[in-house]
């Protein structure tokens, strides 16, 4: 990751910024800004904002839930698993401007660490918008799970789980 960007833990005052990036971002996958504000409630260290030179030039929202399942898209969650075996990266989104940066790859890094720290065997995601060559990059893999087909088709036709182990 170049030097200009910098990868920090979201506050709630970063929250507008978030739901702005995402609208921008992913306008074909719109999510309510009361997700974004669950999801840091419910689980902060999964929130991380990516600055260069002190303006939001990216976000991840992420937090441990159950390998094999998909959380619903524009939903709340209510809680987190208790025996979460995954840590579930729900949104990764970089402005034009930090792509190619490396930023991507180094917070999935950190995040990897992260869920090894917490015993946490794999990790999770669904890939959208023709993302899955670069999250097989990232050592992510295709999962086939027939019984998520319907779930995984209400993101898109060509949505994908994907499933990185850590172990």
């Known amino acids: 990751m170049d030097a200009d960007h910098l990868w920090r833990a979201a506050t709630p005052a970063d929250l507008p910024a978030i ?23 419910l689980y902060p260290d999964g929130m991380r904002l990516l600055e260069q030179e002190g303006h939001a030039c990216g976000y991840l929202v992420s937090h441990p839930w ?24 729900h949104d990764l989104a970089l402005l034009p401007a930090a792509r190619g940066s490396g930023a991507a790859r180094a917070i999935v890094e950190q995040m990897a660490e992260h869920s090894r720290g917490r015993g946490l065997a794999s990790m999770s995601l669904v890939a959208v918008n023709g993302s899955v060559p670069f999250w097989q990059r990232l050592g992510f893999r295709i999962e086939d ?8 088709a209400s993101y898109e036709d060509a949505a994908r789980l994907m499933l990185r182990r850590l172990t």
Not at 145 to 152: D, G, Q, T, V
């Open 19 to 41: 739901a702005a990036m995402a609208d921008q971002v992913h306008p074909s996958f719109p999510e309510d800004p009361a997700i974004f504000a669950e999801r840091m409630r």
């Open 66 to 89: 159950h390998a094999g399942a998909v959380p619903a898209l524009n939903a709340l969650l209510h809680r987190l698993p208790p025996d979460a075996d995954t840590f579930y990266l």
């Open 145 to 152: 799970c027939p019984a998520l087909a319907e779930k995984l």
